[in-house]
C-alpha cells in the first residue's frame, strides 16, 4: 500500500504555498483517475467528512478514503464535520483508511481532548479546524497538540459559495497566533478559494489552500499549481 515517507509532514514545503486537493470535486465517477491525474501535483488529498448533523452534507466515509490510500503516496488529510457522539470512533475508522492527518473542529467541544489523545494514541497528525463564525481564539488552548489549523472562509459544507470577507483578517490573526506558540503549525485556508482569492489569503499568511473546482476544472493543471506555488508570502 502506497504511504508517504514517516516524516513526511516535516517535509513539508515552507517557502511556498501547498496545494491540498478536495477529493469533493473530483470525478466521483471516476475517482481513481482523477487521483492518478493529481498525484503528482498536490502536496495533500483532503477528504471532507460530513455527517448531515454537524454539517448540511452527507461525506465522504472510510472506505473511500482506504481506495485513495491504495492509489497515491500523497498524504492524506481528513477532515471531520461530526458529531461529538461519534468523533472518536470516526478517528478510529479513518485511522485505519490510512489517513495521515485528522482534523477535527474547534467546535466539537468536550470531545476534543479524548480526539486528540487518540489521535496521538494512533500517531496520526492532528489539526483543527473552525467554522467562519468562530473566533480563532478558540484554538489558541490547542496549539500545542496541532500540526495544522484550517480556517473556513465559507459556511460549512456547502460548495461554491464566495469568500467571507473577514477571512484573510481571521488568518493574520491566527498566524500570529502561531508564530507566539513557537511550534510548526501549517495554516490552512479552505472555502472560497478562486483565482481572485488565493493571492488574498496566501498574502495573509495561508501556508496551503484546499482547492476544489479551481484545480480539477483547471485546463491545464500543470499550469494552474504553478501559479499556485509562485503566490508571494505574507510580507
Known sequence: ???PDPNWFDALPKNRLMAEFSLWSA???RMADDVARITSHADM???DVADGHFAPAMLFFPDLAAKVRELTPVPIHVHLMVA???LISQIDQFADAGADLISIHAENGAAIGPALDLLAA???RAGMVLRVESPVEAARAHLPRLNMLTLLGTAIGVKGQGLNEAAPARLREARALIAK???RIVLAADGGIR???VPLLRAAGAETVVMGSLAFGAPDLAARIAWVRSQPGPA
Do not use: A, Y
Request: no cysteine; aromatic share 0%; hydrophobic share 35%.
Open 1 to 3: 500500500m502506497p504511504r
Open 27 to 29: 470525478d466521483l465517477v
Open 45 to 47: 488529498m483532503h477528504i
Open 84 to 86: 461529538d457522539s461519534i
Open 122 to 124: 494512533r500517531k496520526v
Open 181 to 183: 506558540s513557537g511550534r
Open 195 to 197: 483565482d481572485t482569492t
